[in-house]
């Protein structure tokens, strides 16, 4: 145990530890934002590492459901699917240019969040069950519109050019902007009354934090990034219809990545995206049929043997680190 | 209409009869273990695909398929049981733990299933003869009819089981009262894994009558019996046999009546609406024991 | 001038179990108020209501004269009410410094100033070394210092203690006895519930016995110890 510090010791060895938690920040965030920078111009895999910040971004923003708030919602699908065909629609049959209907796409996951607030009240299985199921409705209720506004079986065509490279950085700039509000939500005040509410609603609620209008905000920044990634994919893909806008095993990678990095860290989901992805591509190059059944695995061996994700276990082994890793 | 109605009626209890044998089987496992079993419609469906197999390579007719579903799929979930559920007990949150390892081998299940079966909707060509009965003014396909005798004597065996036998009154004590079961003496690992294994029992033999009943199959099709269950069970109120049996007749009948009125793409909204507002308003089901949080 | 806490005629149901049958007590600022009374005598229920978590059937609770009946237990909480529980509810993934935190965390006050009035009131608990900890790696008796902490970090008025002496070591309960006198010492209003009728009777000013959801009598330490209603209540019948 480290000698009693006096308060201005205390002050000073604070100040040490926020230095080191930011320039790691600052560090991962750079390499990050240098290497992705660099994909297209080095002429890399760009397909690959797009998906990769997508799915960085996806297990980010669940991460705030999951690890801040404690939430679970396995119908997060429900948000992406609604942010692709927003933008789908915007610029097919309203012709919008697609960095204007973007920020449309994340307003339109913001409104679902609201849609869905009620559930916020529901406990772990009960919320993640109705999730699921509201997800389903999402998904039939799009489905079964008219033709000539979701296209129907056939989807929706953006229009006549993809523009992979165009795309890709608006990719980057999406997951750096969330990546950016869970590293200020991490520190915020607002991140600490989440996590209260997370450990304890009811007790939260006694020392005074506003639990319905806390969730809410956590729920709302949770719901807005994964609609920008749909949006922004569509655009990518030039195509959007209701099987893969509103494709369950989307949910499903997104939690398992988000899980295998590790919950209620910003370092834990970039882990998990990055550690997951490369071992999904190693794969599925070599085992393209086995795919399905080692990603089904690897969720139940990580439940059983890193139920703290990589990095949680590395910080449980470590616990002195907390406070330094981001 | 009338006949439409009375048709509605009639497949509403059959078809309400085999979501009644998923809803018993999945409130069973949650009422004893504490786990949401998120790949319970792949057990299902497993069935129906050993039921396929079977019928295919060795002419085995379906119901001689049952018992074979029954014992398989019984020493699976007792193996299953042993190798995945007793670590979980230690960690932080059992519940969201098992519901996420759950979901993982959902989609191995659905996964193996795809590989074996591949993704094309399966039937068995089975019929009866005859195939079909009249029953009042209306024809009911002779296959349905027998599932639904096989359903009636399940669900009879099961509640029997349940409320008479000593080890069934001990499933039914740990699901009031976890703690007090391991106080009292009874192994409780035992319990488990048997509660385990009998409910996968059950939903193997449910996937055979669902080969039976429903025109056709494939891998994907578990989690639509998932979520089913997941409605059953929620009406019904968590860990409760007797008000899933409820359930389950009364969602079937919802469903087949609603089909009558509605176009058949709406139905699953059907089943996800009441599903959400149930929660919502009523968490604890109909005849629910335990309210949540 | 009112009363910092006054409850009248408070009624509570739970389903056919009337736990609270119309509840009269008051307490004044710098003031201890002990309440005792058998397991299931209605203290936790008492305390449960005026906090909020439970909404009254009946009755009205008024803090410092405004009137707080049917509020959100977080709004209560911003009129000045502190608590702590009988078995503690710490927030348990979180520092001993963030759970302290957590109830002031709207107000003005700057970050760094919020973080050094949690260390000072860590340091007044003993607890200062261990303060990036989480705390559920606390020993009991370290979580219940620590609710004791966090509820006195918004420096409320009224202050409701549900047994904290229970299965707390006795150099630790001596450490609380003189916390709680030094919160009264300040002008607080301290309602404390416990079962160790010695540490009840040093402290309270005066003593309020609850049975069957009624207070059975009310009044100083002395009066409260040789009431025969208190002591049947007590020993049965």
């Given at each position: 145990m480290p000698p009693e510090l006096s308060g201005a010791a205390r002050s000073s060895e604070r100040a040490a530890a926020d230095r080191i938690y930011y320039t790691l920040a600052a560090v991962i965030g750079g390499i990050v934002s240098i290497y992705f920078l660099v994909v297209p111009v080095l002429d890399l895999n760009i397909a690959f590492h797009f998906y990769l910040m997508l799915w960085i971004t996806m297990a980010s923003a669940f991460n705030v459901a999951?690890?801040?708030?404690?939430?679970?919602?396995?119908?997060?699908v429900a948000f992406y699917g609604v942010g692709a065909f927003t933008t789908a629609i915007l610029v097919k049959s309203l012709g919008f240019p697609v960095l204007l209907a973007l920020p449309f796409s994340g307003a339109a996951g913001v409104i679902l969040g609201l849609l869905f607030a009620p559930t916020l009240r529901l406990s772990g299985i009960y919320f993640a069950i109705v999730s699921l199921a509201l997800a389903g409705i999402c998904r039939l209720v799009i489905s079964n519109m008219p033709e000539n506004i979701t296209g129907g079986s056939f989807g929706l065509q953006l229009g006549s050019r993809a523009e992979p490279v165009h795309s890709f950085y608006v990719m980057m700039a999406v997951m750096l902007l969330a990546l950016g509000v869970i590293l200020w939500l991490s520190r915020s005040r607002l991140g600490k009354a989440l996590r209260a509410v997370r450990d304890d609603a009811e007790a939260a609620d006694m020392m005074g934090v506003n639990v319905t209008r806390v969730r809410l905000y956590g729920w709302l920044i949770a719901a807005f990034f994964p609609a920008l990634c749909g949006g922004v994919e569509a655009w990518y893909t030039n195509v959007v219809d209701t099987e893969t806008a509103f494709n369950t095993l989307t949910t499903a990678k997104t939690v398992i990545y988000a899980v295998a990095g590790g919950l209620g860290t910003v370092t834990g989901p970039i882990v998990g995206s990055v550690v997951m992805v490369w071992l999904d591509e190693l794969i599925w190059r070599q085992f393209p049929l086995l795919n399905l059944l080692i990603l089904g695995a690897a969720t139940v061996l990580l439940v059983l043997f890193l139920p703290r994700g990589i990095v949680g276990t590395v910080l449980r082994w470590r616990p002195e680190w907390r406070r330094y890793v981001p | 209409m009338e006949i439409l109605v009375l048709n509605g009626i009639v497949n509403g209890l059959i078809v309400g009869g085999i979501y009644a044998l998923i809803g018993m089987s999945l409130t069973l496992l949650y009422g004893v273990l504490?786990?949401?079993?998120?790949?319970h419609g792949e057990f299902v469906i497993g069935g129906s695909f050993l039921a396929y197999a079977l019928f295919s390579n060795?002419?085995?007719?379906p119901l001689y398929s049952l018992p074979v579903a029954a014992l398989a799929f019984f020493a699976l979930g007792w193996g299953a049981y042993y190798l995945l559920l007793p670590r979980l007990q230690n960690s932080d949150d059992p519940e969201i733990m098992s519901f996420l390892m759950m979901y993982g081998v959902s989609i191995a299940l659905a996964a193996v299933m795809l590989l074996i079966f591949e993704a094309d909707s399966r039937s068995i060509d089975y019929s009866f003869t005859p195939i079909a009965m009249k029953v009042g003014p209306i024809y009911v396909s002779t296959a349905r009819i027998v599932a639904f005798g096989i359903v009636v004597l399940l669900a009879a065996a099961l509640t029997g089981f349940l409320f008479r036998t000593l080890p069934g009154k001990a499933l039914r004590a740990t699901i009031m009262n976890p703690e007090a079961i391991k106080i009292v003496g009874v192994d409780v690992v035992k319990l488990s894994a048997f509660a385990f294994a009998l409910a996968s029992a059950i939903a193997g033999v449910t996937g055979v009558l669902v080969a039976l009943v429903f025109p056709a199959f494939n891998p994907f099709s578990g989690a639509e019996y998932s979520i089913i269950g997941f409605i059953v069970v929620v009406l019904g109120g968590l860990g409760n046999p007797v008000g899933a049996l409820l359930a389950g007749i009364l969602y079937g009948l919802a469903e087949q009546l609603a089909t009558v009125f509605l176009p058949q793409a709406m139905a699953p909204i059907i089943g996800f609406g009441i599903l959400v507002a149930v929660i919502l308003i009523r968490p604890a089901g109909l005849m629910g024991w335990r309210a949540q949080r | 001038m009112s009363a910092a806490i006054a409850v009248h005629g408070l009624k509570k149901r739970f389903g056919g179990l009337t736990a609270l049958d119309g509840i009269e007590l008051e307490a004044q600022p710098a003031e201890v108020l002990g309440i005792i009374g058998v397991n299931g005598a209605g203290k936790t229920t008492l305390m449960n209501c005026i906090c909020g978590i439970y909404r009254a059937d009946e009755g009205r609770v008024m803090i410092g004269g405004r009137d707080t009946t049917g509020l959100t237990p977080h709004e209560i909480a911003h009129q000045g009410v502190g608590r702590t529980f009988q078995v503690p509810r710490v927030f348990r993934k979180m520092s001993l410094i963030d759970n302290l935190l957590v109830p002031v965390l709207d107000r003005g006050e700057a970050d760094a100033a919020l973080i050094e009035r949690a260390e000072g009131t860590l340091e007044h608990m003993n607890l200062i070394e261990l303060r990036h900890n989480f705390a559920e790696e606390l020993s009991g008796g370290q979580q219940k210092l620590l609710e004791m902490a966090r509820m006195l970090m918004p420096d409320p008025k009224v202050v409701m203690l549900d047994e904290p002496f229970a299965g707390v070591h006795p150099v630790l309960c001596k450490f609380m006895i003189e916390r709680i006198e030094a919160m009264a010492a300040g002008g607080k209003t301290v309602l404390l519930i416990s079962h160790d009728l010695t540490s009840i009777y040093r402290l309270s000013r005066r003593v309020a016995a609850l049975n069957e959801g009624r207070v059975i009598a009310m009044g100083g330490v002395d009066e409260i110890r040789g009431n025969p209603a208190v002591v049947e209540a007590y020993l049965g019948n």
């Open positions: 999951a690890g801040f708030s404690g939430y679970m919602p396995f119908g997060f | 504490r786990v949401v079993n998120f790949a060795l002419g085995l007719a | -």
